[in-house]
């Protein structure tokens, strides 16, 4: 009986922690996709200058449209 308590206890502390981890990136995610890019810049400027809006950190897509040279 210790070792299928054993197995059981593992199972459960992996499971919360797969639960944990999973909860962590799905929050960061929503955080980091709440706003979309170009309303970044007029909450920004509507808030005032701070050393955030002057430089916004950018995790998804590209700070300016891609140009196609010939």
Do not use: K, Y
């Amino acid at each position: 009986m210790n070792a299928m308590s054993r197995t059981l206890l593992r199972d459960v502390t992996c499971a919360a922690a797969a639960a944990g981890i999973t909860l962590a990136l799905s929050a960061a995610f929503v955080a980091s996709t709440a706003v979309s890019p170009g309303s970044l810049r007029a909450v920004a400027a509507a808030t005032g200058p701070t050393a955030s809006a002057a430089t916004p950190h950018r995790w998804f897509g590209q700070p300016e449209p891609a140009v196609l040279v010939d």
